[in-house]
């Protein structure tokens, strides 16, 4: 479930585009308040919340153990996987028409495989959500300073940049894919 939660929090942005086009387009008398506006508005509503809760339980990690590491490399990659997605979002809130029903269906099933493809893959790096948010993408070559394993590899969102490699972080290594460094107090 937390993992469906984290895919659906990287489309926060896209259902927040969505949302306002459509009351714009409402405002301006382009369209109606009609059953499938309502409902879109309703469950993309719906979708945010869930969404902004799936980010919010990543970025807590409260029950993921942690360990005290040193940064020997950190490359940010933010970019790599930002601008693609970025442009799935403007091409879904400005040439979907959603309030045709065979739009917002095709819209549904993209989204639906998307999905499959994001949590099959582990994807949760692609998160543009946590991008705006503050948070970049790093890959880091780190050493644990609690366990002798050596120089290891792994991905973290950061809130921030990292500047100095020999800084010492807090790892919250919940997955190989996604995990959460904190700056050492």
């Known amino acids: 479930m937390k993992k469906i939660l984290l895919y659906l929090s990287a489309f926060v942005p896209l259902y927040v585009l969505v949302i306002i086009k459509i009351l714009i387009d409402i405002i301006f008398f382009n369209l109606t308040f009609n059953f499938l506006n309502t409902f879109t508005i309703i469950s993309f509503s719906f979708l945010i919340i869930l969404g902004v809760y799936g980010a919010k339980m990543s970025i807590k990690h409260e029950s993921t153990p942690k360990s005290l590491i040193k940064i020997v490399n950190a490359t940010n990659i933010t970019e790599k996987y930002f601008l693609g997605?970025?442009?799935?979002?403007?091409?879904?809130?400005?040439?979907?028409?959603?309030?045709?029903v065979s739009?917002?269906?095709?819209?549904?099933?993209?989204?639906?495989l998307i999905g499959i493809v994001y949590v099959k893959n582990d994807l949760f790096y692609i998160n543009p959500f946590l991008n705006i948010?503050?948070?970049n993408?790093?890959?880091?070559t780190f050493e644990n300073l609690e366990e002798n394993k050596g120089k290891q590899k792994a991905k973290f969102f950061y809130k921030g940049n990292i500047d100095n490699t020999q800084q010492r972080f807090i790892a919250y290594l919940s997955h190989e894919n996604f995990s959460m460094l904190e700056k050492r107090d």
């Open 85 to 100: 997605y970025f442009s799935l979002f403007v091409l879904f809130a400005l040439s979907f028409e959603l309030e045709k």
């Open 103 to 112: 739009m917002f269906v095709v819209f549904v099933l993209v989204i639906i």
């Open 133 to 135: 948010l503050g948070y």
């Open 137 to 140: 993408f790093y890959d880091i």
